[in-house]
């Protein structure tokens, strides 16, 4: 992408509202704006991260068994009266009457729906272990949205729906899930922690919250320090393997960690003292066995190997990608600005053409913005005439992991110079040398 | 993907609310459930089948310098009290208070909100032209919502703005959306007639309609023929070429063709009589060109060269990939079932396995299944249980272009027999060269 023909829109000055870190990152890099309180657009450099999130959590859910599918936004009143969270779920659910004056609703989650879904189609055990996902939006009426997309109104979320005959088949798609986010969240550049967690208006009584620290965040955690320690899941991992499954749970549950709702004080203190890590964390993931909460009152019913007819066992697994991309800029940026992991980053190389109209100049970001992308690289050529302090300055806002700067005097002698955004590290190369090691090669 | 652990719901009883065809089939294929009145959710067929058809529009609104975005679906009511649509836009709009009581509304189209995120960032002409683009849900509250997703009330569009100085670099805008429409139905396997539209409450004075021909249209369009002749821009397209877009434009629109909206009847009957079509048509794509219709009153202005603030040209560009897959379906089915273009085909090929158990069914199954998936093949393999019958039904019905099938009298000489869903040409080849002639060696 040539950024004469781009659109990103950088901001100058720090903007007023911005009250924390990755807010304040995220406009001034041109990558969100609010339309309305807690409704934001996604511009083209956000919306690149966004989709790099959004295929990280897909192949990690698919790679787990779950299928994709997608429900629509709007839903009807009638659905939720049957579960009975119509009246329930309150202020933060916006409600709206269609031209028939129909009650609708725009879905703030999907558990009605997808069982509804369920009841429709499937009708035998022989049909499970099922779990099917969306990335799809939600709207949740906060009374204060606030930190950008960190905590919108109208958000994206990825919500899995996993159906078992019986509670021990449940618990098993409950861990599979468990070791995919603990996966999705590592491939994020995220280290999360599952905290044993309280299920809210959800349901259920097992449930986990998956946090990653950061001095921003709204909630209080309480955890074993040893979490940073612990071996992610590996791209082998065979999710169909009841006991792998339990394997990682039990070790990722083996020390304490808790939200403050569901804080022990004296399990904490049982703790050495200098692993005891009480920190704020951002909520990055939420899951959720309810059993028969929804399949009893909803009819969600399979014909077992008895013959007989049993409600289904269900949960529900959250993760909320337009919350993602915030979190992990708190968990990654320096003064300059974002610092991207490789895995989501909205270009994999920048090059800077510090002399536009200078031949060599010129002629080597050419050679290099042409062969990276035939590599298949994401390559974003910085070909306007802003100053050099300017174009620096906005590299480093922006975070690609890689700048390659092509200025008049190296150029004329077949060099380059290849900065790492993260250590700031700084290398001259031959173009070749450049190529073939942003090439992978 | 295993079929005994997917989830496709295959309805063996037509439906009787399916009025068309491809309603009737995406039903029965298990690809679409309605949730309320026009509002659906995609099953997982359904589902891949929606993603290639986006990822088709999306490469070629790249190819033609459009740069993604991502909108919010609810918006301001006062962005539309700017432009003056709020008041006019009728009952079709989906008007929402929120809980603060703030007048909002689901976006039936985007021209306000794009104008307004342009006249935040851009000042001058020096960074024009800009075209952007998403692809979003839309509301729109149709009274009589029908056909399946061919016209629903919560729907996907692709819609695109172009900003530019003048009227004319508006227009080589417009040539350019114009080209790339060509380009994406022809690829979607479909023949789209680019005609003289009427411009209803988007407003302008330019403006087509990409229609298909089909039975079921809701349109009823007149042409002249040899638009079948006509041949499509090719991969290697300039589109910053103003006269190759000129050209591409005239050709297109050298010979007559209209809605009934458009018609002129003269005109048409000066065409020779067997050279003129009267048919009805399914309307795939929209586009406009209407000058400052919305930048005027929303004050989205540049800087000219000349040092003057002039408001820009704009032009709206749209695709509903949600009615797309319908009119697909429409234009490419037989009385067993879909057949998919292979480029939105859900799956490349399915494996059928005749005789599950049996062990050299289950060897040569594995073995293509894993081999195609290996070279980047999209497989199906069906290893259910099912008899023949319904096993050839469920592959017929759901239109992957190739079908493998496996029994176990081939299976003991190492063949399998390859069938052509659209032609119903079968041929019996050794497993090795079935692996060969699917991969593509």
Redesign the interface.
Known sequence: MRLS???M?ILKENPKEAEIVSHRLMLRA?MI?Q???G??????LG?RV?DKVNAIIREEQNRA?A??????????AELWQESGRYDAYG??M?R?K??QE?P?L?GPTNEE?IT??FR???KSYKNLP?N?YHIQ?K?R?E?RPRFGTMRS??FLMKDAYSFDLTKEDAEHSYRKMFTAYLRTFARLGLRAIPMRADTGPIGGNLSHEFIILAETGESEVFSHKDFVNFDIPGTDTNFDNVEAMQAVFDKWTSIYAATSEMHDEEAFNAIPETDRLSARGIEVGHIFYFGTKYSEPMGAKVQGPDGKEHPVHMGSYGIGPTRLVPAIIEASHDDNGIIWPASVAPFDVVVINMKPGDEACDRICETLYGGLATVGKDVLYDDTDERAGTKFATADLIGVPIQVIVGPRSAASGEVEVKDRKTGERETLTVEAAMNRLAGR
Chains 1, 2 share one sequence.
């Open positions: 023909r781009y659109f829109p041109g704006r339309q309305s309180q409704i934001y657009s996604w511009l083209p919306k966004l068994g299928i994709e599918v997608l429900m629509p936004t709007l839903q009807s202020k933060e916006l709206i269609d031209r129909r609708m725009y729906m509804d879904i429709s189609y499937v099922l099917l939006l709207f009426d009374i109104r109208e």
